[in-house]
């Protein structure tokens, strides 16, 4: 039997459009509608990909060893895919797409892999550093609606890295530390304390600081707060206080700075008390109705 060779144009044609077009119709019977859509989607965009930059075998099988170790790193500690997924703008593009909210609205940004649920619920103005030697922060601020009118009872969870820019999970400890819940007042006010946070590079020891240290993406974020507001009646709100002024504002490495979340943090007054020479930051918070998004959605 003799093997029939044919020219590279006819496999391109009959080979390359024929696969692709047989693999987006197998997943078009995955029984979910929407699963289908996109299985089908990353499909084509797949093989769009792979054809775009004439991917070779020895490039396709480092990316498949790339993804391996990126999954063996993995645990429920350290996420390496959602690392991925913020450094190469995938996590704040969904979190945009998502939160299409009013201008008047404080905007959302990505929740990264440091929050913890439970955290221990304080009271206004009590201290999350719990004695941690650094500078003293108050950040207050008011809870309100698109309509200016107070939001009380708002939860809000709050979790930052420590003055060396460093997490708990990060560090030998078994101790909750620099994180927990306030709740705004009746008039909508809230009063957290705690040290200052400092900018950190994000976790480099694995595939996805492999893949950083081949380009000149500097891997840094810029010192901040987080919060996840969460209000029954409200677009749930992942949100940041980034500080005036801090280095990497311009270049946070997950895209997550948004300029309204910017704030001058100043020597001043802990509210409701006398005048304390402190960090003092303004961190207000305008909520966006549940019902309103709904329909700007449709
Ligand atoms: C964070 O701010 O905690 C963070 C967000 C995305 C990637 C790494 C860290
Ligand atoms: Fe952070």
């Known amino acids: 039997m003799h093997l029939q060779l044919v ?17 987006v119709a197998r997943c078009g019977t995955t029984h979910d509608p929407r699963l289908a859509e996109l299985m089908q989607a990353v499909v084509r965009n797949l093989h769009n990909f792979a054809r775009e930059v004439r991917l070779t075998e020895p490039e396709w099988m480092a990316a498949m060893q790339w993804l ?7 645990d429920h500690t350290r996420a390496e895919f ?9 996590s704040m593009l969904v979190v945009d797409m998502n939160h299409r909210l009013d201008p008047g609205a404080t905007p959302a940004t990505v929740l990264g892999p440091f929050h913890i649920a439970g955290s221990p619920e304080l009271a206004y103005g009590g201290d999350m550093s719990d004695g941690l030697p650094g500078v003293p922060l108050f950040v207050t601020g008011m809870v309100r609606d698109l309509d200016g009118d107070a939001v009380g009872g708002a939860v809000l969870d709050v979790w930052q890295a420590d003055p060396e820019g460093t997490y708990e999970s990060q560090l030998d400890v078994n101790e909750t530390r620099l994180r927990a819940k306030y709740t705004s007042k009746p008039d909508g006010a809230y009063c957290l304390r705690t040290v200052a946070p400092r900018g950190y590079t994000i976790p480099m020891d694995g595939p996805v600081g492999e893949l950083i240290s081949h380009t000149d993406i500097r891997p840094f974020r810029p010192a901040h707060i987080h919060f996840l507001i969460d209000v029954p009646g409200y677009e749930p709100l992942t949100t940041h206080l980034f500080q005036k002024g801090a280095k990497y ?12 979340r910017v704030r001058a943090a100043r020597a001043g007054s802990r509210p409701g008390r006398g005048h304390v020479e402190r960090a ?19």
Do not use: N, Q, W
């Open 249 to 260: 504002l311009d270049s946070d490495v997950v895209f997550g700075t948004k300029g309204g």
């Open 82 to 90: 959602i690392l991925a997924s913020d450094v190469l703008g995938l």
């Open 280 to 298: 003092v930051a303004p961190g207000d918070v305008r909520l966006h109705p549940a019902a309103e998004l709904l329909t700007r959605r449709t």
């Open 68 to 74: 391996a170790r990126t999954g063996r790193i993995s």
């Open 7 to 23: 020219p590279d144009d006819d496999i391109d044609d009959d080979i390359d459009k024929d696969i692709t077009e047989r693999a």
